[in-house]
């Protein structure tokens, strides 16, 4: 496993050294500054498999490259595990909405970090599986082939597929959070796939969850395209969500959109936003299973090993 430390404190990654290289044989990188470790990724052919950043660091912070990192096609879903002396809860919040899989805290122990980067590269494994046996826009695209009930990934910042979805909820510290569930359906997905091309049909499906993304963007917010003419999402946030609103908003920004309001189908009229649920309160793991059982998925609910996840994405 490739690894890409960035720390500006020779003690902490002559500590790494000894640790990764020797203890567990990780082919370990160091770089003092977030520009040293931009640059690196840029000009390295081969990806790196995970990353550890201090979040103190001279010039750009840790937060700070790490979203620069998540942005990256290549690392959208690579390990980021954050360094810090700090226990604050603001901090963490801040560098998990940037991206970060995983929080270590100094003094560092070298058993525990080895065992949070093989962790780390399990699910990353996992991932990059998941997205080897799946369609992107591109590919359905050019193969022109897709089934109405397909997830897949359309390309758009802030919406990932179902399975993408399923994993970011997955990665929130084990606790229960104040959390609406709410799903953007199109009734009439029959007849519209049957209509447009699947070209069209994917690119009308594009700005439909763009909209979206607009509708939702003053909240912290998780969307997932599921198949069939349906985006799932969570809002995490205190005050309860109301679906009538981002439908209002949906359908203002859609008829804006000159490109969808000629695509066949009326798609712009036929959006409708509703509540998963009306519970308030979920564990990252609880609301998958919601959500799965609210798509009629048939697959098994989710049952992860609770001692493992705490261990590994516990803040």
């Known amino acids: 496993m490739r690894i890409l430390a960035v720390d ?8 790494l050294r000894s640790c990764l290289n020797a203890q567990h044989d990780f082919d370990l990188v160091c770089a003092e500054t977030a520009e040293d470790a931009l640059t690196m990724i840029r000009q390295d052919s081969t990806p790196f498999d995970c990353f550890l950043l201090d979040i103190i660091l001279p010039g750009a912070n840790g937060i700070e490259l790490c979203a620069e990192i998540r942005a990256m096609p290549d690392h959208k879903s690579t390990p980021i ?7 604050k809860h603001d901090l963490m919040e801040t560098a998990f909405r940037a991206g970060a899989t995983d929080f ?4 560092l122990n070298g058993v525990e970090l ?3 980067i093989n962790t780390a590269g399990l699910l990353n494994e996992s991932m990059r599986r998941e997205r080897e046996a799946s369609h992107t826009l591109a590919e359905l695209t050019s193969l022109m082939k897709i089934r ?11 919406v990932d597929d179902l399975n993408g979805f399923e994993n970011k ?3 929130l510290p084990t606790g229960c959070y104040a959390m609406s569930l709410f799903a953007v359906k199109l009734p009439q997905i029959r007849n519209i ?4 091309d699947p070209a069209e049909f994917c690119r009308q499906m594009v700005r439909i ?4 993304v607009i509708a939702v963007e003053d909240k912290r917010c998780f969307l997932g395209y599921a198949g069939n003419g349906m985006i799932v999402g969570a809002i995490m946030s205190r005050t309860r969500t109301d679906p009538a609103r981002i439908q209002q908003d949906l359908e203002a920004l859609l008829a804006e959109d000159a490109l969808t309001a000629q695509g066949q189908g009326d798609i712009g009229v036929d959006v409708s936003v509703r509540s998963v649920s009306s519970q308030r309160l979920w564990s990252g793991l609880s609301a998958c299973n919601e959500i799965r059982d609210f798509l009629g998925k048939d697959l098994p609910p989710y049952e992860l090993d609770l001692e493992i996840t705490e261990n590994a994405f516990s803040f």
């Open 81 to 87: 595990i954050m360094i810090t002396g700090s226990r």
């Open 114 to 116: 080895g065992a949070r």
């Open 8 to 15: 500006d404190d020779p003690t902490i990654l002559d500590m």
């Open 104 to 107: 270590i805290f100094k003094p």
């Open 193 to 196: 796939f049957d209509t447009l």
């Open 169 to 171: 909820l997955l990665r």
């Open 209 to 212: 969850a763009s909209a979206l």
């Open 148 to 158: 109405r009930d397909e997830s897949f990934d359309l390309n758009v910042p802030g």
